[in-house]
């Protein structure tokens, strides 16, 4: 019989996060779900008593990071696959964000992640196994008007975990960096922080609530299989693509950018570096 698994998810209590935590619990794996409120939890506990264990917190404090994976660890004694999935939206335009908000959402989205990676890595190279999902989004590879702040964020962290995986894979450590697309996972309801809109910027609004439209994406559920197979793989990829729609944008925007280069290859070999 296969020992199960033991599951760390940051931002556990709804979207991907949830989703995720709900089938891993469903395999007989075991979870440490994290959030800054786990109330919404209770209601998985409840189901499954003795396989989830909810945690109280904000991946942005660094000490309390480094506290919860050490209890998490010392929970059912080791940890097999880590989701770095808390984050929220920063949402308007560059010129309207404050540097309080700015800063707030790199401390989530990005030195979160940093926070949690840090704090897991010894006792993953400790036991010689593990996984590590670093959730980043389809559109890490470059940014959107009013989504700026967001887009740099998962970038930073794409980046971050590029590099990250060349480290620990001599450990037996395993980098993915899931690139998931647009899913109803409430990040443009509650995990929302508004700028205060700024009137020159009401036209570009409008054009892209016209491009988005009204379809919030389909349930993230429908994407926890993928994970779940993801994880299962003995030899995962660095980067994978979740939802097929999303697969055929990146793909787009991927050739877009070589056809850019292209046209300025000229431009761009006078300069001998």
């Given at each position: ?26 395999t007989g794996d075991r ?153 109803d996972t409430g990040l ?86």
């Amino acid at each position: 019989m296969t020992e199960p698994r033991v599951w760390f998810i940051t931002g556990a209590t709804r979207g991907l996060g949830r989703a995720v935590a709900e089938a891993a619990l469903a395999t007989g794996d075991r979870v440490i779900g994290a959030a800054r409120d786990i109330g919404p939890l209770a209601e998985l506990a409840g189901r499954y008593p003795d396989n989830l264990v909810s945690l109280p917190l904000d991946v942005a404090d660094r000490p309390a990071v480094g506290q919860a994976v050490d209890r998490a660890a010392a929970t059912f004694g080791r940890l097999d696959v880590v989701v770095n999935n808390a984050g929220g939206l920063l949402l308007g335009m560059l010129e309207e964000t404050t540097e309080e908000q700015i800063r707030r959402h790199f401390d989530v989205n990005f030195f979160g992640a940093v926070w949690v990676t840090q704090a897991v890595i010894p006792h993953l190279r400790a036991q010689g196994s593990g996984r590590l999902l670093q959730v980043t989004s389809m559109g890490s590879g470059g940014g959107v008007a009013s989504v700026g702040p967001y887009a740099a964020g998962k970038a930073a962290l794409d980046a971050l975990s590029q590099s990250v995986a060349m480290e620990l894979e001599p450990f037996g450590i395993r980098v993915t960096i899931v690139q998931p697309g647009g899913y109803d996972t409430g990040l443009y309801t509650v995990g929302t922080t508004a700028t205060t809109p700024d009137p020159a910027y009401e036209p570009l609004r409008q054009k892209l609530a016209e491009l988005w439209g009204d379809d919030a994406g389909p349930a993230p559920g429908t994407a926890a299989p993928v994970i779940m197979a993801l994880v299962g793989l003995p030899d995962p990829p660095l980067r994978l693509i979740v939802g097929s729609r999303s697969y055929d944008l990146v793909q787009q925007m991927e050739q877009a950018r070589v056809a850019e280069y292209r046209s300025w290859e000229q431009l761009s070999r006078q300069a001998p570096g």
